[in-house]
């Protein structure tokens, strides 16, 4: 069974204060794994999908890595309107459009 | 441009009834998928499309619920004989195709009240 897990469940930073979360994920095969931004009220909003181990993706202050096992969103100097419900969500070998997400890592950037 | 657009975006009803839910999906995009999102978690799949095709409805939970996109397009998700286990956010999603490189596209969901 394809399982994603992230950590920490939510993370406080200060205004500039650079951090990463974590996405684990076991799954047969990897077509894809994409992360996304969710803020409140809102739908999951689409920032990067990463194929194979190695890839980077970067956009304004956020980069995503991926390694076989695991996949990084590293946000460097951070500030209040990068708050958000970070999902990370995997599309495995044997399928075509089924996402399996994780439970998200609720960020909060204090000014 | 306008992205996928859910109606209504808050429903309440009482236990037993029967609700529809609507989903608009992106223009030009042959994939709609249908999610629900409890509070605190990741989106679950129910059901995906592949224009009016229903490819794969295995994340329905029974068979109260179902879904149909017959010119499709516009999709709609239908809870017959609600109970108060099917309150949650319920999400649609669509997509240019299949795969990894098509992203899915999210809407702003409707959320689901059973009194």
């Known amino acids: 069974e394809d399982q994603v897990t992230q950590s920490p469940e939510a993370l406080r930073l200060q205004e500039g204060e650079s951090s990463s979360l974590n996405c684990s994920y076991t799954v047969s095969g990897l077509r894809g794994l994409f992360w996304y931004r969710q803020d409140p009220g809102k739908g999951p909003e689409f920032l990067f999908t990463l194929y194979s181990a190695g890839e980077e993706k970067e956009k304004e202050r956020l980069k995503a890595t991926l390694t076989k096992k695991e996949s990084f969103l590293h946000i460097t100097a951070p500030k209040p309107e990068d708050s958000a419900t970070y999902l990370c969500?995997?599309?495995?070998?044997?399928?075509?459009?089924?996402?399996?997400f994780g439970k998200g890592t609720l960020l909060t950037v204090n000014p | 441009g306008a992205g996928v657009s859910q109606s209504p975006r808050y429903k309440v009803t009482k236990r037993g009834q029967d609700v529809a839910l609507r989903c608009d999906p992106i223009?030009?995009?042959?994939?709609l998928y249908w999610y629900r999102q409890a509070l605190g978690q990741g989106p679950e799949f129910l059901t995906y499309f592949n224009y009016e095709a229903q490819q794969d409805k295995s994340g329905l939970p029974n068979d109260r619920f179902s879904a149909e996109r017959p010119e499709g397009s516009i999709s709609t998700l239908t809870i017959q004989r609600t109970e108060q286990r099917d309150s949650a956010m319920y999400r649609c999603?669509?997509?240019?195709?299949?795969?990894?490189?098509?992203?899915?596209?999210f809407g702003d969901g409707t959320r689901l009240s059973i009194l």
């Open positions: 999603a669509s997509s240019l195709g299949q795969g990894g490189n098509q992203p899915q596209h």
């Open positions: 969500a995997v599309l495995p070998g044997g399928s075509n459009y089924k996402l399996t």
């Open positions: 223009s030009g995009h042959v994939s």
